[in-house]
């Protein structure tokens, strides 16, 4: 992934920074990318990686050496120097220790970033990251070295013995992501959000300190108008899009039949703030549905749109994302590569790629399907919530070697960790940031490989205002409706892909039962033709759609010569459990087969230095 890497070796300096830059090399993933080295002292390395338009600035001021990776919204290049400068004198401020004064700052700043400050005449050094640790960062610190970076591969290239964090990968194959701050490598973890990394090479200490948790308990909100609240929410969110569009990049909507996206690219269009929208379909034609609503959608809105058609992925694509993300994305998400190399010939290079991600967490009111009464209920819920999963507790006990015992007392612990003293409010903070943090981010952050990604359901002020609204008014999504109502009517009345704008009341809405009936009678001959009426909506084929293959024996092929040959992958995965699953024929959940399959491709790829992918590498994966 582009971004910043850092080394510091506290006890004897470095060494071995030629071997340092090597590994910065091995990070140029394509010939759009670029390296470069910032500090290259006896006891710190600073360099990055980054393509054109990813956002890296080096700032100097007589006091300070800043490297700020990430944007900061609504900011102009001075005002973005004055910020980080008041951060950075509160940070350094003289006793060493940093007050309540940074978690203020972090609060009031909307942005997603990771700061490097390092105070001249000290060569004291701090890491920064924003309030909700937008930007995946790694860090592993042994025998007085310290590595920090955006990319695991940094690390594991540096680090001559790796051992694989069992119950990370426990915890993965049963709910799709490590807990808190691990990663799948023991001794390598993620900073949390809002966190502050101080290196003293005179002091020989590394400290860390995080400044703030959410807490979704409060509802300060609730005595305040569903009315009211939408109208402000409109308001904040306004100010969210504005501040990550700019005149330097191309904003390119990811739309969708949903809610969320539709509220970005209503925003924009109601502002009068140039977009372009775009919209896939897949190769299983999952998407279909999405497409047909994004297509009226962007009729409603007047938007410059395509659709654009992917072949299914092949062991190519998969590689890539394998090699980027280290496994912290499944490799059954490797169709939207597609995608995104679709957007970037169309669209050139310079793109501001804009989601809807976070806003069915924020708008919705969360439905657990039991009643949550205790610890107990809690971790029942979350390890046995999804239907149709091959992987069960005992199963993924069996898998990984890991006692159905530990994983859950684990569970518990991280669970009863968060602010909230009611077992539902707890819920909603696990969907938040949990879910949100270790699942969506590593998403996100998979998009960044092509161009910057960024959602307004994230901007700080309005974070902060909806999660203090009550969930009684987001039930049935009644506030979401009052809120998308006041955003854009236009949007409003069209359907979205699974009739949440009809729970929320939206059936009196003019114009509605006839977008409705418009999108119950279409088949993909509705959506031909609203692709063929040039002065609303435009669809490239750039991808041609081939015919479908098999592309799941593919995957069950190469994932049963992993265990075959790979003695590593036999370590960390019981063969026989792994051939159980691959000989039932009723077992082929494709998420659970694709976490398992991304596991154990990683751990081949690391320990065996190759992959059995490579030899699918046009063979169709679905």
């Not at 890991?402 to 009863?416: C, P, Q, T, Y």
């Amino acid at each position: 992934m582009p971004g910043i890497s850092f080394v510091c070796d506290l006890n004897r300096g470095l060494e071995e920074s030629e071997s340092i830059v090597r590994s910065l090399d091995s990070m140029l993933h394509n010939e759009r990318f670029e390296q470069k080295t910032l500090v290259n002292e006896s006891s710190c390395f600073l360099g990055y990686t980054k393509y054109e338009g990813y956002p890296v600035a080096v700032i100097e001021t007589e006091e300070f050496y800043f490297c700020l990776e990430g944007r900061l919204y609504g900011k102009s290049d001075a005002e973005m120097e004055a910020a980080i400068t008041q951060l950075a004198e509160r940070v350094f401020r003289p006793g060493g220790q940093a007050n309540a004064t940074v978690a203020d700052w972090l609060r009031a700043t909307d942005g997603d970033f990771l700061l490097f400050m390092m105070q001249k005449h000290s060569r004291e050094i701090a890491i920064v990251n924003d309030v909700f640790g937008r930007l995946p960062l790694y860090y592993s610190q042994a025998n007085g070295r310290l590595l920090v970076t955006r990319e695991i591969g940094f690390i594991t290239s540096l680090v001559p013995r790796r051992t694989f964090d069992r119950m990370a990968i426990a915890q993965y194959l049963l709910v799709g992501y490590p807990l808190g701050r691990r990663t799948l490598l023991e001794n390598v973890h993620r900073l949390p959000p809002a966190s502050l990394m101080r290196i003293s090479v005179e002091k020989q200490k590394v400290e860390i300190q995080s400044f703030h948790r959410w807490n979704v308990e409060e509802k300060r909100h609730r005595r305040v108008s569903i009315v009211e609240n939408a109208s402000n929410l409109v308001s904040l969110f306004t100010d969210g899009c504005r501040g990550r569009t700019d005149s330097t990049t191309r904003s390119v909507v990811s739309l969708s039949g949903g809610l969320d996206s539709r509220s970005v690219a209503a925003c924009l269009s109601e502002n009068r703030i140039p977009f372009s929208a775009a919209t896939f379909l897949d190769s299983e034609g999952t998407a279909d549905r999405d497409a047909r609503i994004a297509a009226l959608l962007a009729r409603a809105l007047k938007a410059d749109w395509r659709l654009f058609y992917l072949r299914p992925p092949k062991g190519r694509d998969l590689l890539r994302l394998l090699r980027t993300k280290g496994g912290l994305n499944s490799l059954d998400m490797s169709f939207l590569l597609l995608f995104f190399d679709a957007i970037i010939d169309a669209y050139g290079p310079r793109v501001t790629y804009l989601t809807g991600d976070g806003g069915d967490k924020l708008l919705d009111r969360w439905h657990a399907p039991v009643e949550l009464k205790n610890l107990d209920d809690f971790i029942n819920w979350i390890v046995t919530r999804r239907r149709g999963r091959i992987f069960t507790l005992d199963s993924v006990s069996a898998l990984t070697g890991v006692s159905s015992g530990d994983i859950v007392d684990e569970f518990g612990e991280r669970l009863a960790s968060y602010p909230e003293t009611d077992w539902y409010m707890k819920s909603i903070h696990h969907r938040i940031f949990e879910v949100g943090l270790r699942w969506n981010y590593e998403g996100e952050d998979r998009n960044r490989y092509f161009f910057w990604s960024a959602s307004p359901f994230y901007s700080v002020r309005f974070f902060e205002y909806v999660i203090n609204c009550p969930e009684e008014q987001k039930a049935k999504y009644v506030l979401y409706h009052a809120f998308l109502s006041r955003l854009s009517r236009r949007a409003s009345v069209v359907p979205d892909v699974i009739g949440k704008l009809a729970t929320g009341r939206k059936a009196r809405l003019p114009g509605y039962a006839a977008a409705a009936g418009l999108l119950r009678s279409s088949r993909l001959g509705i959506l031909g033709r609203v692709i063929q009426s040039r002065r609303r909506a435009r669809a490239t084929r750039l991808i041609e759609r081939p015919p479908m293959a098999n592309a799941s024996a593919a995957l069950l092929d190469c994932l049963a010569a992993q265990i075959e040959t790979c003695d590593p992958v036999r370590d960390y995965l019981s063969p026989a459990a792994v051939l159980t699953i691959l000989s039932d024929p009723t077992k082929r959940n494709k998420r659970d087969l694709g976490h398992l399959f991304t596991i154990a491709s990683v751990i081949e790829d690391l320990e065996c230095g190759t992959s059995t992918i490579e030899r699918y590498a046009e063979a169709d994966f679905v």
